[in-house]
C-alpha cells in the first residue's frame, strides 16, 4: 500500500549549523508534498510544499527538493535556531487513483536545536 | 490563523461511548478531511468530504462516520470508543484540486478515552 518513510527520527544540531530531513514515498503517482511542523500539543503547521512538476523550493532558510525519478524529497532549513526545534512531518498526496489525494505522512522528525 | 475551527478542544469520555466532534471550515473551500494523530505518530487518514459527500476513506471502521453540511462544516461521530481511539483528531480544509490539496490543519479536538 501507499508508504512514507521519514528518517532520522531524531535529529539534534548546534544553533546556526543545518538540518536536513529525508523521505521516500512508494506510490509513483503522487504529485504533492508538505512539510509541517508540530511543536508540544499544538497543530500541525505548512511550513512549505512542493508539486511534482518543481524540483526545488525556497523560502528563506527552508528549501525542499523533489527527486521523483528516485521518489525521495527533503527539507533542508538553513542557519538553525532554538525556535525550529519541533516535530517535523513530510507527507506525500495520493496519486491520481485517489480521488480524494488524502495525505499519507511520515512518522515524523523530532529536531532539537542546542543554543 | 488557517481559518478551521474545530470544537471542543478537549473532552474525556469512557469507552462504550459516542462522540462527535465539529469542524467550521475556511470560507470557499469545498473539502474537509478529518485526521487522527495519535500520540508521537503522525496523522492518519480517516475520510474526506467534497459536497457533502464522502470520496476517500482511510482504514478506519464503520464506527467512525462523519458529515459535511452545506455550508460546509462537518462533523466528526464515533461510536463505541475504545481506549486506542485517545488522539488529537484534526480537520483540514481545502479546494479539491488534482495535482494535491492544499490543506490547513484547525487547533484540533483533543479525545481522551477511559
Known amino acids: 500500500g501507499e508508504n512514507v518513510e521519514q528518517h532520522p527520527s531524531t535529529l539534534s544540531v548546534q544553533e546556526g549549523d543545518s538540518a536536513v530531513i529525508k523521505c521516500t514515498y512508494s506510490?509513483?503517482?503522487?504529485?504533492?508534498f508538505p512539510w509541517y511542523k508540530q511543536e508540544l500539543g499544538k497543530r500541525p503547521q505548512l511550513i512549505i510544499d512542493?508539486?511534482?512538476?518543481?524540483g526545488e523550493k525556497k523560502d528563506q532558510r527552508i528549501a525542499v527538493t523533489l527527486n521523483k525519478t528516485a521518489k525521495h524529497f527533503s527539507l533542508h532549513i538553513t542557519e538553525t535556531q532554538p525556535e525550529d526545534s519541533a516535530v517535523y512531518f513530510c507527507?506525500?498526496?495520493?496519486?491520481?487513483?485517489?480521488?480524494?489525494?488524502?495525505?499519507?505522512f511520515g512518522s515524523g522528525t523530532r529536531l532539537l536545536v542546542r543554543p | 490563523e488557517t481559518g478551521v475551527t474545530q470544537s471542543p478542544t478537549h473532552l474525556i469520555k469512557t469507552r462504550g461511548q459516542q462522540v462527535t466532534l465539529r469542524c467550521s471550515s475556511q470560507?470557499?473551500?469545498?473539502?474537509v478531511s478529518w485526521y487522527q494523530q495519535a500520540l508521537g505518530q503522525g496523522p492518519q487518514f480517516i475520510f474526506q468530504?467534497?459536497?457533502?459527500?464522502?470520496?476517500g476513506r482511510g482504514n478506519f471502521p464503520p464506527r467512525f462516520s462523519g458529515l459535511q453540511f452545506p455550508n460546509y462544516s462537518s462533523e466528526l461521530n464515533v461510536n463505541a470508543l475504545e481506549l486506542d481511539d485517545s488522539a488529537l483528531y484534526l480537520c483540514?480544509?481545502?479546494?479539491?484540486?488534482?495535482?494535491?490539496?492544499?490543506?490547513?490543519f484547525g487547533e484540533g479536538s483533543w479525545l481522551t478515552v477511559v
Open positions: 506510490d509513483s503517482a503522487s504529485n504533492y
Open positions: 470560507s470557499g473551500h469545498n473539502t
Open positions: 507527507a506525500a498526496s495520493g496519486g491520481w487513483m485517489d480521488s480524494s489525494y488524502k495525505l499519507i
Open positions: 468530504y467534497y459536497r457533502e459527500e464522502e470520496n
Open positions: 483540514a480544509s481545502s479546494l479539491l484540486r488534482v495535482n494535491g490539496n492544499t490543506i490547513y
Open positions: 512542493i508539486r511534482s512538476n518543481v
